[in-house]
């Protein structure tokens, strides 16, 4: 943000996490306990067995409220799946302070501020986690 850099890891997890409207804590403790123990880090022999804490990892949550878009009509993006700022800023901090309790290290963005994320991709692999069944 104005050229500096907020949140910065190595080896780790980018999460970009689009909060929904209608989601609650209990969505923001089922994805941390998620992602923390995701298996998708090789292990020595080149399988994907190991969680980013097993790999000395760091984590770094970034607010996507874009990812909630519906776009199967028109040409412009709906966002009205996006909850609310008032609502989202609390689940993204309880998100983050859920992985934080399972001593990962965490670094974060900015809530609701327009930033450059730069991403260099090990993999690849690019998952989607979700908390409900669609």
């Given at each position: 943000?104005?050229?500096?850099?907020?949140?910065?890891?190595?080896?780790?997890?980018?999460?970009?996490?689009?909060?929904?409207?209608?989601d609650t804590s209990a969505d923001a403790d089922y994805l941390s306990v998620k992602t923390a123990a995701l298996r998708i880090f090789d292990d020595e022999a080149g399988k994907m067995n190991l969680n980013?804490?097993?790999?000395?990892?760091?984590?770094?949550?970034v607010s996507q409220f874009t990812l909630c878009a519906e776009t199967k009509r028109g040409m412009r993006p709906s966002f009205d799946r996006a909850a609310r700022?008032?609502?989202a800023k609390p689940l993204y901090e309880?998100?983050?302070?859920?992985?934080?309790?399972?001593?990962?290290?965490?670094?974060?963005?900015?809530?609701q501020a327009s930033m450059?994320?730069?991403?260099?991709?090990?993999?690849?692999?690019?998952l989607i986690c979700e908390s409900k069944r669609s």
């Open positions: 943000m104005n050229g500096n850099t907020v949140g910065e890891i190595g080896k780790g997890l980018l999460i970009l996490l689009g909060i929904e409207s209608g980013v804490k097993q790999v000395n990892g760091a984590v770094l949550v700022p008032e609502v309880t998100f983050v302070e859920r992985l934080r309790q399972q001593d990962l290290r965490v670094e974060t963005g900015i809530f450059e994320v730069s991403l260099t991709n090990d993999g690849p692999v690019t």
